[in-house]
């Protein structure tokens, strides 16, 4: 007997440890080195080869850019002399990772800067991109993938998808190191929360000073600063230590709800007080039709203010059913809420509303986002 509560008093002890623990994820799933970014590249250029879709000679911008690009392989014409519509200026952006090196290849996109039609079949001539700094961190240059297509003739027009913007896959060469803002001492190293959050913050700086032997104090509810004895020996080894601690994230309590789509996303530790729902239906509806009314009979040399007349006729109907009501417990979740007023037959719309009025009556245990 005594071995058997002994068991279940263990039991007991380890269950919110192994809850926890089942909770618990890396610490690289919820934060990030600081320094450790992409960065966002742009250039401005040219795409050539358009059957007849670019831009038009009203865009002094192409025109003047073909040219200046003539010019630089002895060609010297004037903009008035270029009649053509197989040339489209465009802006060319591209995302640098983190730790890119010289020569890597990467994706880039086209969009139309002028009124070209499509980008189908056009070749992007060479494009620096450079970075915020101004500096040029690579080079872009290849055939466009367009997703979609514009044609048209005699005035119809047919059009899939956004053919003014393209991709150029591995259209893109690094010529520059992505620049890495990691501390410059070697001893330091901060980790940024990607949702800040005190208690998230201080349970990584625990969990730091626990697993990986490290000094961590949380600066604020986004950062963490990581103390280091001495400036480590092999920096990625650390960084791969750290990033793989077991980190519990504290749950918010948040209820997103998106307008526009009529959709509601609840996290599960989002709770109700008690409320009760009243949902009324009251439609009006007013339709009016309109009568012709003319004179009866035969006249002669009728008089001018006789003639046909226009009589609007309104009908209007009114409908007002019972209200619905709805009754939920106190420690209810929105998961039960959005159920009992589905059984009663309420639209998205109508539920969005009314989690509107739960937590402007104080009844919603958590955050309205509303987008």
């Known amino acids: ?32 080195v600081q320094g450790v970014r992409d960065n966002a590249l742009v250039g401005y250029g040219l795409v050539i080869g358009l059957a007849g879709t670019g831009d038009t000679n009203k865009n002094r911008l192409t025109v003047q850019s073909v040219a200046n690009t003539l010019s630089h392989f002895g060609v010297n014409i004037g903009p008035d002399d270029l009649n053509s519509r197989n040339v489209a200026a465009v802006m060319v952006t591209a995302t640098l990772p983190a730790f890119a090196e010289s020569g890597q ?36 240059q290849g055939a466009l993938s367009v997703g979609g297509y514009e044609v048209s003739a005699f005035g119809s027009m047919e059009q899939k998808n956004h053919p003014t913007v393209g991709r150029v896959p591995d259209g893109a060469t690094v010529e520059r190191e992505a620049p890495i803002g990691l501390g410059e001492d070697g001893r330091t190293l901060d980790v940024v929360l990607y949702q800040p959050d005190f208690t998230t913050a201080e349970r990584i700086a625990e969990s730091l000073r626990r697993n990986a032997g490290v000094t961590a104090v949380a600066e604020h509810a986004g950062k963490v600063r990581v103390t280091f004895t001495a400036p480590p ?46 949902q009324g239906d009251l439609r009006i509806q007013v339709q009016t039709d309109y009568l012709v009314s003319q004179p009866d009979g035969v006249l002669v040399n009728p008089s001018r203010n006789i003639g046909t007349a226009v009589v609007p ?45 739960i937590k402007d009556a104080g009844a ?3 955050e309205l986002v509303i987008q």
């Open 1 to 32: 007997m005594k071995r058997v509560l002994v068991a279940l008093l263990l039991t007991l002890l380890a269950s919110p440890l192994a809850l926890a623990q089942g909770n618990s994820v890396r610490l690289k799933e919820i934060a990030r």
């Open 105 to 140: 290849k990467m994706d880039v996109s086209v969009s139309s800067l002028g009124d070209a039609r499509s980008l189908s079949g056009g070749i992007l001539l060479l494009t620096p991109l450079n970075g915020p700094d101004g500096k040029l961190y690579a080079l872009a």
């Open 233 to 278: 020996l092999d920096l990625v080894q650390t960084i791969s230590m750290i990033e793989n601690v077991p980190v519990t994230p504290d749950q918010v309590a948040r209820v997103v709800v998106n307008e526009r789509t009529g959709t509601v996303v609840s996290g599960g530790d989002v709770r109700l007080g008690a409320v009760t729902i009243s």
């Open 313 to 357: 006729q309104a009908n209007i109907n009114v409908q007002d059913p019972e209200a619905k009501l709805v009754t939920i417990p106190n420690g209810a979740t929105v998961s039960d809420l959005i159920a009992a007023l589905r059984a009663i037959h309420l639209t998205t719309r109508d539920v969005i509303t009314i989690l509107q009025s």
């Open 364 to 366: 919603l245990r958590g």
